[in-house]
């Protein structure tokens, strides 16, 4: 016999393994930007090949001290500019090695 509390963590299980879902990277990217600043976390490869977790959020802008614009655009190198919440840094991330995306409460596993 099932008692309460143990039905109780088989309902919260099999509502966790529900809102893991797997997308690609395009709808990753779609997902960030449409998140309208609100806090998210990334699990990405680092150019070094370790890997990151980045809780992070879109919508605030970067200002150059000197002035400057970047001299590559990052929509042709399928990067994107994120404000790092625990560093409180800019970041750039590569969508290329991005491994999970965790948003709106639910986490993305990314083919």
Do not use: C, W
């Not at 395009?26 to 600043?37: H, R």
């Not at 042709?76 to 625990?86: A, I, K, S, V």
Request: net charge positive; proline share 1%.
């Amino acid at each position: 016999m099932i008692t309460d509390k143990e039905l109780i963590k088989i309902i919260i299980k099999e509502r966790k393994q529900k809102q893991i879902k797997t997308i690609n990277k395009t709808k990753a990217k779609q997902l960030i930007k449409e998140s309208n600043g609100l806090i998210f976390s990334t699990t990405f490869v680092k150019k070094d090949n370790t890997i990151r977790t980045l809780t992070s959020r879109t919508g605030k802008h970067y200002k150059s001290k000197t002035g400057r614009k970047a001299p590559y655009k990052t929509e042709n190198y399928n990067l994107m500019h994120l404000y790092d919440m625990r560093i409180k840094a800019f970041r750039m991330l590569n969508l290329n090695t991005l491994l999970t995306l965790n948003i709106n409460k639910t986490k993305y596993i990314i083919q």
